[in-house]
DNA sequence: GTGGTCTAGACCACC
DNA sequence: GTGGTCTAGACCACG
């Protein structure tokens, strides 16, 4: 079953979309695999400490983008299509790093502070 | 007065938070300095193609902070003391960074990865 | 020409409505008449300490209302015709007393009370 | 559940500033008590035909000044201290009746006159 | 259902 | 023209 580990809720960003990109994230970095179990809805309201609803939410987006598949009864368990994970990919980092290089570059820093920047930032999480 | 040039709206972070946040960038990297005037309420809203009332709440928590002045009647003007841009280049970096590379390394990528990603967006934009 | 001694300015009440009654209330006590002159926009501003853009507002609704007449060149004068006082007692009554009786009411005060503390403001400022 | 009743919208007086007046005023009656529920946002704003948020500006203003305590979820409820009674009635009274008193005086109206316009609507209502 | 926030448009007072 | 406030409607998180 899928943990949430490492899961940290984020300021000024909606719970529910924050669970999404943590499930596109796993499924991008193959952590999580076509037919894995999500767990549920009570049980990771549970873990992340948030609301049955808003966990709900997260739930019936991912369904209906095609990425997680409920059947009443039994646990929801995650498909990953043939060209998933590519286009994943591209969603996630297309939009967001370049949202990140912009900002690193509107606060005057070149290229190789940013790598620097990103390899401090690794390091202490390692 | 200061331009919003290559400022982009991105969706899910409040209007006003983007704005507050370009500003700040701004001061970091130095192209925004002490006593440059912002456009005025309406203009930079007509700029952006968002509403006066949501550029008057980035205006007005600029102005709590202390980084912005505002007289009714002109323009409003930006206040950056002796130990605003250390303090700004601190809380930028070290929120939005930190969150991008823990997504990152849930995607599996590697500190090399990162980098050659980071590498390639700088290259578009130039 | 007419004097705006005693009027002082209220809060959370436009300023030009403010003027504007103050006008009325005294056609209605009939220190104010017709024929009499309006002191001219920036010397009003001046008396009252607001922006001549505020009174001049208040003397295009006057006018609007057929209370003043004003010829450029010359100074605005009151109009009051044949029905005009009773109008505006009415207007003026009507509303804000009743508005007034009815937060006493619902302060829980009785008539006699409400008479009461309307008879000690009135010895205050006399 | 405190009741609107009798509640009526009057003109250029900020809404959410009436409703502040009102909920004070019946606290000054007694009619309003110490653990009392408000109407939640939703349904008062149905009530009054207004927009939810003004009603929620008022209510976040009766929090600020500790006169409502609101937890999410639930119903708030109105607090009131033992000193909270002799304060608002004096703010309230001395207030809008001065106000009333002056424009009265300025119509060249008497003390017995006032008196008699306040008796007259008084019975109106009953 | 509850409270809270964000965006939107109109208005007021001032220069 | 400027800054500031009030009202309005939609959305989010929570019980």
């Known amino acids: 079953m899928i943990s ?9 960003v909606p719970i529910y ?3 999404i990109g943590y499930v596109k994230r796993g499924i ?13 809805r009570r ?18 987006w991912l369904e209906e983008q095609g990425l997680v598949q409920s059947r009443t009864g039994a646990k929801s368990c ?3 299509g043939r060209d998933t994970i590519p286009a994943l990919r591209q969603e996630l980092l297309g939009h967001s790093l370049k949202t990140m290089v912009e ?8 290229r190789e502070e ?3 920047a990103i390899a401090s930032f690794w390091e202490v999480e390692e």
Not at 48 to 57: E, M, R, S
């Open 78 to 80: 995650v498909r990953v």
């Open 43 to 60: 049980m990771l309201s549970a873990m992340l400490g948030v609301n049955p609803n808003t966990v709900q939410k997260s739930y019936a």
């Open 103 to 110: 900002a690193m570059k509107q606060m005057g820093m070149t």
């Open 4 to 12: 949430f580990d490492g899961f940290v809720l984020e300021d000024n």
């Open 114 to 116: 940013a790598q620097a």
């Open 17 to 19: 979309l924050q669970i």
């Open 28 to 40: 991008v970095a193959g952590s999580i695999l076509d037919g894995d179990e999500m767990p549920s």
